[in-house]
Nanobody, 126 residues
């Protein structure tokens, strides 16, 4: 059973930075796809950034391109995916969710993912 544990959310001023972490364990095979989505109050959940075990061509939504960077780190039995968020704007305020699937390609749509974390709140405000 894949388990996802997110951390790193919080309150930050506009222009500031945060780094989110998603610790994923329980993959059956050594390949995976992990991504970040976010949901602001009153809005639908949207795709943010995504990466796969081959680490080829990570995806970033246009709204975060140039400001957010997704990366990953493998340890024994655990994959940790980071979302470095720089130059944060008030419109980045949302609950950020980590999602995973046991497949080695970049996924960008919600329905493609099988496992979800509990979410972490990011608030950008002065």
């Amino acid at each position: 059973q894949v388990q996802l544990v997110e951390s790193g959310g919080g309150l930050v001023q506009p222009g500031g930075s945060l780094r989110l972490s998603c610790a994923a364990s329980g993959f059956t095979f050594d390949y995976w796809a992990i991504g970040w989505f976010r949901q602001a109050p009153g809005k639908e959940r949207e795709s943010v950034s995504h990466i796969s075990s081959s680490r080829n061509s990570p995806y970033h939504a246009d709204s975060v391109k140039g400001r957010f960077t997704i990366s990953s780190d493998n340890a024994k039995d655990t994959v940790t995916v980071y979302l470095q968020m720089n130059s944060l704007k008030p419109e980045d305020t949302a609950v950020y969710y980590c999602a995973a699937a046991n497949i080695d390609r970049v996924l960008t749509a919600e329905y493609e993912y099988d496992y979800w974390g509990q979410g972490t709140q990011v608030t950008v405000s002065s």
